[in-house]
């Protein structure tokens, strides 16, 4: 798909062309799902489905927010991203409170498309990392500054390039390649920690 074309069609979609937001939902809908399923070892695929509804429901409302600096879907991820990170702390708090959650989800229909998770079957990755140690990454990543987990997440979760992420974050390639270094080595010294099991404060990045 060229940018030209998805220019073409966001603004159909900012023009309430509701044949336009169907055809953008089935363009982006099931990758949006896989991304989400990768931040989110513990996710279900409920949890998923809501989660990708909440940022739907965000591309709608703020869709006049994005001008095509990046590439959309780059723009989506960055949303689901945010969502997925959002969504954990609720679970976090209603197991802390004792509280259940309620499910704030869009009415399906035989329209509503269908989240399609990663395959099960294993690749090179499954190799060299188990679910268990998913499970640690993870933590290691929420030990992680915002600026440091979310490039970290773009370029590893969300597969972007550098030139994406340059335009995504608004830096210079160089300043990129920098962030990110340092970022994968402070990820490597909590993930040490995580790893043997040693207790790990949170401490904001400066990168």
């Known amino acids: 798909m060229s940018r030209d074309s998805e220019a ?18 089935n363009r982006h809908y099931a990758a949006a799902g896989r991304f989400i399923f990768q931040l989110g070892h513990d996710f279900t695929q ?41 969504y954990r702390q609720r679970l976090h708090a209603a197991k802390r409170g004792g509280q259940i959650t309620v499910p704030l989800q869009l009415e399906k229909s035989e329209d509503t498309p269908i989240v399609d998770p990663p395959s099960p079957v294993p690749g090179p990755d499954d190799t060299i990392m188990s679910v268990e140690r ?50 994968l080595d402070r990820l490597e010294e909590i993930a040490r920690k995580v790893f043997s099991g040693e207790k790990f404060t949170a401490t904001p990045s400066n990168h």
Not at 11 to 21: E, I, K, L, P, V
Not at 54 to 83: C, M, Y
Request: aromatic content about 10%.
């Open 8 to 25: 073409e069609l966001l603004s159909h979609c900012r023009q309430g062309d509701s044949r336009a937001w169907d055809e953008l939902f």
């Open 46 to 86: 409920e949890d998923v489905e809501e989660i990708c509804q909440e940022v739907f429901l965000s591309v709608i409302k703020n869709l006049d927010s994005f001008h095509g600096n990046s590439q959309f879907q780059t723009w989506l991820f960055r949303i689901a991203a945010n969502k997925a990170r959002d």
């Open 134 to 183: 998913m499970a640690l990454v993870q933590q290691a990543l929420e030990c992680l500054g915002e600026p440091c987990r979310e490039i970290i997440e773009l370029r590893y979760f969300a597969d972007l390039s550098y030139e994406e992420l340059s335009k995504t974050l608004d830096l210079n390639p160089k300043t990129v390649s920098s962030r990110l270094s340092k970022c």
